[in-house]
């Protein structure tokens, strides 16, 4: 079936919510903005960023950014 969380949804509470009906720890993966890569656990800076270390190096990242962004507000 799934589970969808939004913008309102009380992720710690969920994630309890779960952990406690799966009787198994739950956690949300990051992944990269623009190339959905998983982004690496051990980079300390994890949960600020937004875009993968290839993606931020990349000359035109911030116009990929702005369009990837631009598309999913036309599409909500």
Known sequence: ??????????????LTLLSSAL??????????FICD???E????EVTI?????DCQSGSDSYDIYVMKFAKLMENA
Do not use: H, W, Y
Request: a negative charge; one cysteine or more; hydrophobic letters at 30%.
């Open 1 to 14: 079936m799934g589970f969808c969380l939004t913008a309102e949804t009380n992720v710690p509470r969920a």
């Open 23 to 32: 009787d198994e720890q739950v956690e949300l993966a990051r992944s990269c």
């Open 37 to 39: 890569k998983p982004l």
């Open 41 to 44: 656990e051990s980079d300390s």
């Open 49 to 53: 960023r937004s875009i993968c270390k």
